[in-house]
């Protein structure tokens, strides 16, 4: 054991507690820009701004911080992102109200010649647009959170982010325009699409969402009927900000369930697939799942016990069609805590007190582990990611707390621009119709 045993509820507060630091420490205080990952010299994230800003409300909620700081960083961060550059130069912050997807943590302007993500500003935006609900006083500071938070949302020309297509682009390059992949087929972007459909300003066009779900797949899995995505954070992220829970769309009503149960199947099905282990992982149970886009041990081939082992260092792995490489991420399991708790619980409480994955971290759970790569770290349980990312601590707290108090989603039900865009992509029922 590495600490004393606690309750499930103090479990979930340190887990929320922990998390919150990373943003607390890995973050510029002049412009709010959190670091993509603890190492050195690493740029910023968009997607982790993004979640930082929805992250401060819990915290407030919870006492990790003062709601006057959290109102200094999140005004901070959000007149950056307002004033920062916006044009079609290769070293600005954005073009048509979206950001690339690394920054520079001082200057805030474009590295590494990554590309302008509309996926990674939807998660700015809705991180914005919940600050903005939350802090909701009159007072000079919390009237500005407001203001800033809906101009933000209202510049992104969603309409521009199609390419003259239907479905919306992945990016853009200044050196060469659009790249050519598109959000089509069941992932992250459900909450993309509906942020663009929300809007009074750039709205995407009615066949966008159509053109998206054309590539769904429906399949079975250890006796589970659910829209497949391999990754497990693609079943989770959307749902950081919108109760999917009785509201269905076209297909969905097609299908009898609603997006929380068909996350709810997937998690069962990482726990499934673990527990058959068709590969023969080293530690794969029904207390040692979650698997997803993480941090590996490789790229490297290695025979392991007689068995030719393939490692993989970052990629999108999933289950039951892979990549799969022995890699869990612990963070991953956490997020998932509203959709299955009766296994996610008893999973954490695995991972805290018989794998150490806490033991000597600032922030929580290190990224991943993998105990079957024969490269050992400190940990007796295998190989540990050395690092830390703003997007995985981002939904510990978040999914935490709404699990804990619905914080997120009922601040995101009282947002009229997520109403909208949820009905114009054809969702109806539940908690909708009392609106």
Same mark, same amino acid.
């Given at each position: ?6 309750? *499930? *509820? ?5 887990l ?5 630091s990373? /943003?607390?420490?890995?973050? #510029? +205080?002049?412009? $709010? ?16 701004? $993004? ?13 990790f ?13 959000? %007149?950056?992102?307002?004033?920062? +550059? ?27 010649? =990554? ?16 600050? $903005?609900? &939350? ?10 959170? @407001? ?9 992104a ?7 003259n ?11 060469s325009?659009?790249? !050519? ?28 969402y ?9 399949? #079975? ?14 079943? *989770? ?7 999917? @829970?009785?509201? *269905?769309?076209?297909?969905?009503r ?23 282990? +068709? ?5 794969y149970?029904? =207390? =040692? ?7 590996g ?7 392991v ?11 999108? @792995? ?19 805590? !509203? ?6 619980? !008893?999973?954490?409480?695995? /991972? ?5 994955? %806490?033991?000597? #971290?600032? &922030? ?20 540990v ?12 707290i ?13 601040l995101m039900r009282? =947002? !009229? ?19």
């Open positions: 054991m590495t600490q004393k045993k606690l309750s *499930q *509820q103090a479990e979930l507060e340190m929320q507690r922990e998390s919150f990373y /943003f607390m420490h890995e973050t #510029n +205080p002049k412009n $709010g820009l959190v670091i993509d990952k603890s190492a050195p010299g690493w740029p910023a994230s968009v997607a982790a701004v $993004g979640l930082a800003l929805a992250a401060y409300p819990v915290a407030v909620e919870r006492g911080i003062p709601r006057a700081e959290a109102i200094t960083r999140v005004l901070t961060t959000l %007149k950056f992102f307002w004033n920062s +550059p916006q044009g079609p130069e290769p070293d600005a912050t954005g073009y048509k109200g979206f950001y690339y997807h690394f920054l520079d943590m001082s200057t805030g302007r474009r590295v590494w010649n =990554c590309e302008l993500s509309t996926i990674d500003s939807a998660f700015l935006l809705a991180g914005a647009l919940t600050a $903005g609900r &939350y802090f909701d006083a009159a007072t000079k500071d919390e009237t500005e959170i @407001r203001t800033l938070a809906e101009a933000l949302y209202l510049r020309d969603w309409q521009w982010a199609q390419a297509g239907g479905a919306v682009s992945m990016g853009w390059l200044p050196e325009g659009f790249i !050519p992949y598109r959000w089509k087929g069941y992932d992250e972007a459900l909450l993309l699409y509906i942020l663009g459909f929300g809007s009074p300003t750039h709205p995407l066009s009615d066949n966008s159509e053109d998206w779900a054309s590539e769904y797949k429906w399949e #079975n899995s250890y006796g589970y009927d659910y829209l497949y995505a391999g990754s497990l954070f693609t079943h *989770q992220l959307s749902h950081i900000w919108i109760d999917f @829970r009785g509201i *269905q769309d076209t297909f969905m097609t299908k009898g369930i609603d997006y929380f149960e068909n996350s709810r199947r997937a998690t069962v099905v990482q726990q499934q697939y673990a527990i058959d282990n +068709p590969h023969g992982f080293v530690g149970g029904a =207390c =040692c799942w979650g698997i997803t886009a993480s941090d041990p490789g790229p490297i081939s290695l025979e016990n007689g068995v030719k082992r393939e490692f993989f260092d970052y990629v999108a @792995r999933g289950v039951p069609h892979g990549p799969d490489d022995g890699t869990i991420a612990p963070w991953v399991v956490v997020a998932s805590l !509203p959709f299955a708790p009766e296994i996610v619980l !008893p999973t954490i409480d695995h /991972f805290i007190h018989e794998i150490g994955l %806490k033991a000597g #971290n600032p &922030y929580g759970f290190k990224a991943t582990y993998n105990p079957t790569y024969p490269g050992k770290s400190h940990n007796p349980y295998g190989w990611s050395h690092w830390h990312f703003g997007i995985n601590e981002g939904p510990i978040l999914m935490v707390e709404n699990y804990r108090s619905e914080l997120l989603w009922h009282d =947002c !009229p621009y997520i109403a909208t865009g949820l009905r114009r992509a054809g969702f109806a029922g539940g908690w909708l119709g009392t609106q």
